[in-house]
């Protein structure tokens, strides 16, 4: 969720430590080389590379797959300063290729080295381009080292990418500045294990996505692994750094809560965080078992206007919690937002950015249900008010299923309300045309099928006709991609607001 809080209103609507691949042979003038720096001046100027998604065309990068990132990143305790780090990556080429494009575009790059061989690099646009020693074919394995700087400090929008607090960083990687942060295949259809090694002086503590593995102490500070047990896109990652108390409790099943706060906060958050199992209780009745292996809430003090569902650990402001103008069922409906997400955009995550509306629109749906179901806001309400607005959304934001590009320099503007209640409402029309039951197990097993993996518009579309036991083809087009929205099934009286602010029709 990268969603704009406002003030409710009252009807608001294989890891890289594993073994490493052997060496190829390289020419003798690379093995003798002792350092390899930028290409030379008189090279060819190397080109930017994406995969082609629509509203973000130079992310990701063709002809190999990432398996594992290992992320080492060196805390000096002060958070405007650059952090010396490591990113491994192991991965696989899928075609043949001859330089190798890195989303990169933030930060010094020291040096690359390819099954530890230094190689030459050169920057190009947000990607850095890798010329390697000899060109490689389709299914073999290698091993890129980046050694670099992980600056916080940035000219571009700093509600992206590393975030500062006022006692350290956290990180907020959506949709596309992951690659300030490390390098990598920055886009959500590679997913990859994660390791994260973070050393820190005394006093701060490092936590990160997955589960702890050790602690190692040293006169320079302490260095905290973590690893991820579920691949996750890089969008997904999270980082924190902080003077910060690590609260623990056991969820449905067992499962581990680790909730990561200010350490002078603690107290006064501690009612909020006994809410999440509860919530996992009731999500998992929902739509069936929690995809990972721990959850938690990390609550930073630092002012972003957002909430984000890094994997396992959703980042929250602290403000969310202690202001008082947000009633308490909607700062609970917030929290099942980023918990639904663990199911529906990080579980399952969208095989393109256009396919946005998967992961906003039931994050949403469960928000609202929740919200009906706890503190009496009826679903249907929220829905009919989201009717009348759906026209004005689209033409703004575009349908649900092809939303518009960002605004230039805005990149987050991609999160409009098209894709949160404009996309919900179509779960609610779906709803209404399939009935609950298949619905309901429409939910389940979209989660069910499509687990650890990517998946796309097409994919639902079809896995819905077949619960549904008829071609929804019709259905789909009109909703997803429609100018204007389509009559709801079920309630003829329902109408949108025309242009001007007029409602077409008998007003509600």
Not at 10 to 24: A, D
Not at 103 to 117: A, C, K, L, P, W
Not at 131 to 151: F, N, W
Request: a negative charge; hydrophobic letters at 35%.
């Amino acid at each position: 969720m990268l969603r704009t809080r406002t003030t409710p209103r009252t009807g608001r609507t294989g890891t890289s430590s594993g073994p490493k691949p052997s060496h190829r042979l390289r020419t003798a003038a690379l093995a003798s080389a002792a350092c390899v720096c930028l290409v030379a001046a008189s090279a060819p100027a190397p080109s930017p590379l994406g995969i082609g998604d629509r509203l973000f065309p130079h992310l990701g990068n063709p002809g190999y797959d990432v398996t594992a990132y290992d992320l080492a990143f060196t805390y000096s305790g002060g958070n405007t300063e650059p952090l010396p780090a490591v990113t491994v990556i192991d991965a696989r080429t899928t075609g043949w290729l001859e330089t190798l494009n890195l989303d990169h575009s933030h930060g010094t790059v020291r040096s690359v080295e390819i099954d530890g061989d230094p190689v030459e690099f050169r920057n190009a646009g947000e990607d850095l381009v890798v010329t390697l020693a000899e060109p490689l074919p389709p299914g073999v394995p290698m091993r890129i080292t980046v050694r670099h700087d992980s600056d916080p400090v940035s000219t571009e929008d700093q509600q992206s990418g590393w975030v500062r607090t006022e006692d350290g960083l956290v990180m907020a990687n959506q949709a596309d500045a992951a690659h300030r942060v490390f390098p990598g295949n920055d886009h959500p259809s590679d997913k990859a294990m994660f390791t994260f090694r973070i050393t820190v002086p005394d006093g701060y503590t490092a936590v990160a996505n997955g589960l702890p593995t050790g602690e190692t102490r040293r006169a320079a500070g302490t260095t905290w692994t973590y690893r991820t047990e579920h691949p996750m896109a890089t969008e997904l990652a999270q980082v924190s750094v902080g003077r910060s108390s690590v609260l623990r409790r056991t969820g449905p099943g067992g499962l581990p809560v680790r909730d990561v706060v200010p350490a002078k906060d603690r107290e006064r958050l501690r009612p909020w965080l006994e809410k999440t199992p509860g919530q996992l209780a009731w999500m998992q009745e929902k739509v069936g078992a929690y995809p990972f292996e721990t959850y938690g809430l990390l609550i930073a003090e630092a002012r972003t206007g957002f909430e984000l569902e890094t994997q396992t650990l959703s980042l929250f402001e602290r403000e969310l919690f202690t202001r008082s103008e947000y009633p308490q069922w909607y700062v609970e409906s917030i929290m099942v937002h980023e918990l639904a997400h663990q199911w529906f955009g990080d579980s399952v995550s969208p095989r393109t950015w256009s396919d946005l509306w998967l992961n906003e629109g039931h994050a949403t749906w469960y928000e609202a249900l929740y919200a009906e179901e706890k503190a009496d806001r009826p679903v249907e309400a929220r829905m009919k008010a989201a009717y009348r607005a759906s026209d004005t959304w689209r033409r703004a934001g575009g349908p649900p299923a092809a939303p518009k590009e960002a605004e230039p320099g805005e990149k987050l503007s991609i999160f409009r309300p098209n894709v949160y209640d404009g996309s919900a409402l179509v779960l609610y029309a779906l709803r209404e045309e399939i009935g609950r039951p298949a619905f309901e197990r429409l939910q389940r097993a979209w989660v069910r099928v499509h687990r650890d993996g990517v998946a796309g518009t097409a994919d639902f579309t079809r896995l819905a006709s077949s619960i549904a036991g008829r071609d929804l083809d019709g259905f789909f087009q009109a909703w997803l991609y429609g100018e204007k929205t389509p009559p709801m099934p079920g309630h003829p009286d329902w109408h949108s607001a025309a242009p001007g602010g007029k409602t077409a029709g008998r007003s509600r």
